[in-house]
């Protein structure tokens, strides 16, 4: 729907930027790994850097709000390759809370529409989606409201999952999903992915991770079904499988499809890092264009050692155990940090979230430091400092 948009923006800007680049000596440096593209499929990211999908809570009924187009927008021009939408709720249902965004109906869809046309008119940032159900955690409060589960008496809906197991003792059980549950899901994934290409969404990211509905498949603690969804490993990574295979077939052949993950519950007897490198080759062998490695969010009893880049010997093992493109996120919050992390190998990008609601020009002063360009629109080129030439440069 909106290709035809982000082509016309970058045959009508893209020539003007990098002329203006040339006649005022500007040169790209290409010493930067950070700063250096890769292709997926037909993509090709200006540099490695992207913008995580975060939860903001503000969507009304699953359509997206006012809120979204300041904050989509403002994150399409921080200097990133790639910016990833919210966590997406593929059926009502699969919302976290009343106020997530969803892509599962006309209304939601359509809503989504302005602020996509909004970003091709003024960016040439990669737009993907992370499409997402939040399973057993559903239903629940927005985290400024204290995020507890809201019972269906209070207000709520009734949560799915792979068994009747609550996330916290207190809560009350989610429904395990049945056969025709579980293919309801599977279309859901799937359809929202033709949605999102319709839209002109770049790339899907399926969120597997964070204790989530397909995370809950695939954790022992989470899933304790009799049937083939459940018992060993190659059952629990099924159903996820299944979701992939739908949703690589619902998205045109020459757009990427990527999976988050959790590598570890950081709980005894969850979910580890040697099962993640066994699902990261099954989605291998399917043709996933990359894995993000994160971790925990299954268990409230999770013991997690938080330090800067935490996650990322994750991403590593992943990478090296599955033969996949990775994602690293975690605390990676400096320049030089997030380059020695891409030319060390042990990922092929990095995602920030905080770090980017904190600094929503991080890609520029990433760029400043490591003597690499942005693209930045006209408006913003008198924008740095005269006396910090380097991030001049990056203006082109």
Known sequence: MLDEWQNSRLERHSPVLRNAAEVLGFRPAMSSQLFSPITLRELT??????????????????????????????????????????ATAVEPEGRISTGDLGLYDDPTEQALLPILKTIREHSSVAVVMQLAHAGRKASSALPWHGGRAVSVADGGWQPFAPSALPYKESDEPPLALDSTGLARVRDAFAQAAQRADRLGIQGIELHAAHGYLLHEFLSPLSNQRRDSYGGSLENRIRFPLEVFDAVRAATPAHKPVGVRISATDWT?????????????????????????????????????????????????????????????????????????????????????????????????????????????????????????????????
């Open 45 to 86: 990211l200006s540099n490695r850097i992207v913008v995580s999908p975060m939860c903001q809570y503000s969507a009304h009924e699953g359509r997206a709000s006012a809120w979204h187009l300041m904050h989509l927008g403002t994150l399409s021009l921080s200097g990133a390759g790639m910016l990833c939408i919210e």
């Open 268 to 396: 005894e007897g969850g979910w580890d890092v040697e099962q993640s490198i066994v699902f990261s080759r099954a989605l291998q062998q399917r043709g996933v264009d990359w894995v993000t490695a994160s971790s925990g969010g299954l268990s409230p009893k999770q013991q997690i050692k938080l330090a800067p880049g935490y996650q990322v010997p994750f991403s590593r093992a992943v990478k090296e155990g599955a033969g996949v493109h990775t994602m690293a996120v975690g605390l990676i919050t400096e320049a030089q940090q997030a380059e020695a992390i891409v030319a060390t190998g042990q990922a092929d990008f990095v995602a920030l979230a905080r770090g980017m609601l904190y600094d929503p020009r991080w890609g520029w002063h990433a760029a400043a430091a490591l003597g690499a360009t942005v693209d930045a629109p006209p408006q913003y080129w008198r924008a740095p400092p005269r006396e910090q030439s380097a991030l001049i440069r990056n203006a082109r």
